[in-house]
C-alpha cells in the first residue's frame, strides 16, 4: 500500500517561515511529478506548486518568489519551503505524487 507522510506545518507568524516535507516509497517516487495543494476552509483545493519530470516548475501567483518546491531522491522527498508567510496562506497542504496524495498538514499564519 502506497503512503505519502507529511511533516513541517504548524502555527507561525506573519512572516516567518516553514519547511513541508513529503516522504513515500521509491517504487513511485522515481521520475513522478511531484506537486503540492492546498485547501483553506470554505475555498476548493488549488495547485501551489508542481515539479514536472525533473525539468520545469510551476507556482501559483499568489506563492510566486516565497515558495520553493525541491525534491531529494535520494530519500524520496518532497519539500515545500515557504517564507515570508501570509495570514492568507493558512490552509491544510497537501503534497501529490503521481495520483497518490498524502494525509494533510494544518499550517496556519497568525500573530
Known amino acids: 500500500q502506497v503512503q505519502l507522510v507529511e511533516s513541517g506545518g504548524g502555527l507561525v507568524q506573519p512572516g516567518g517561515s516553514l519547511r513541508l516535507s513529503c516522504t513515500t516509497s521509491?517504487?513511485?517516487?522515481?521520475?513522478?511529478?511531484v506537486a503540492w495543494y492546498r485547501q483553506a476552509p470554505g475555498k476548493e483545493r488549488e495547485l501551489v506548486a508542481e515539479?514536472?519530470?525533473?525539468?520545469?516548475?510551476t507556482y501559483a501567483d499568489s506563492v510566486k518568489d516565497r515558495f520553493t518546491i525541491s525534491r531529494d531522491n535520494a530519500k524520496n522527498t518532497v519539500y515545500l519551503r515557504m517564507n515570508s508567510l501570509k495570514p492568507e496562506d493558512t490552509a491544510v497542504y497537501y503534497c501529490?505524487?503521481?495520483?497518490?496524495w498524502g494525509q494533510g498538514t494544518q499550517v496556519t499564519v497568525s500573530s
Open positions: 501529490k505524487i503521481r495520483h497518490y
Open positions: 521509491g517504487s513511485i517516487f522515481s521520475g513522478a511529478s
Open positions: 515539479s514536472i519530470f525533473y525539468s520545469r516548475t
